[in-house]
């Protein structure tokens, strides 16, 4: 069996304590603490903008304990993981170590954020959420896709508000290959089937921590190669 790794487990089963006006909140107190060039902060200020839209436009409620709310909670955890000096999970050790590279575009930051987020912090979202609300993953889908749309929209903002959009670049440019190399709709059918082995995987802890350090692991090595310098 794999030695595990030890590192700060952002969340877990029904931690949520948080609602989502206070991750707005949050996420906007981050954002006065930290240069608008620094990595987490550009990751922050397109999750925040993206979050502050959805929020004006379904008028976010205060229930704790949606997939939601779960999954912006595991990020926020890793910014506050690594604010005290403990060793964020993989995915995430990528975008912090690079954080201040000046090799690195903007676009890049974001999505390595995004990667981290999908690749890693959904899966165990989905988990939390059904030990919260006493359901299995298969009852969250129409809330999965929902969280979907702002993956998506997380997305397109970086596209669009990055500079990073396929007409701005040439096609022999690094970034453009960077960019086109990863799929968010691949590493979210990826991130719904391992929240289903996941659920599955419950009952027996040692093989679940191995699947979790796995799928962490290799969502920490795409990050780093979505972080490689460019310039």
């Known amino acids: 069996m794999a030695q595990f790794e030890q590192y700060a487990d952002p969340a877990g089963p029904g931690t949520a304590t948080v609602d989502a006006p206070a991750v707005i909140g949050r996420m906007r107190a981050f954002r006065s603490g930290w240069p608008p060039r620094d990595g987490v902060a550009v ?9 502050e839209t959805l929020g004006r436009q ?3 409620g205060t229930v704790p304990d949606t997939l939601d709310v779960l999954l912006a909670e595991r990020y926020l955890t890793v910014v506050d993981t690594a604010a005290v000096g403990l060793r ?9 170590q690079y954080r201040r590279h000046p090799g690195v575009h903007p676009a890049q930051f974001a999505l390595a954020g995004i990667n981290a987020h ?15 609300l006493g359901c299995a993953p298969p009852d969250l889908e129409e809330e999965f896709d929902r969280v979907g749309d702002l993956l998506v ?14 007409d701005l670049l040439e096609v022999t440019d690094p970034l453009t290959h960077l960019m086109e190399s990863w799929s968010l709709e691949r590493a979210r059918e990826a991130s ?3 929240a289903g082995m996941l659920w599955e995987l419950r009952g027996f802890p040692l093989l679940a921590a191995e699947f979790r350090e796995r799928m962490d692991a290799g969502a920490g090595l795409v990050g780093r190669c979505l972080l ?4």
């Open 88 to 96: 964020p999970p993989a995915c995430w050790r990528p975008l912090f």
């Open 118 to 132: 999908i690749g890693h912090d959904l899966a165990l979202a989905v988990v939390d959420a059904c030990h919260a």
């Open 43 to 51: 990751f922050n200020q397109v999750y925040l903008a993206v979050s």
């Open 228 to 231: 490689t310098p460019c310039r």
């Open 153 to 166: 929209m997380l997305e397109e903002r970086i596209l669009e508000d990055l500079d990073a959009g396929p």
């Open 192 to 194: 719904w089937s391992a």
């Open 58 to 60: 379904s008028g976010y």
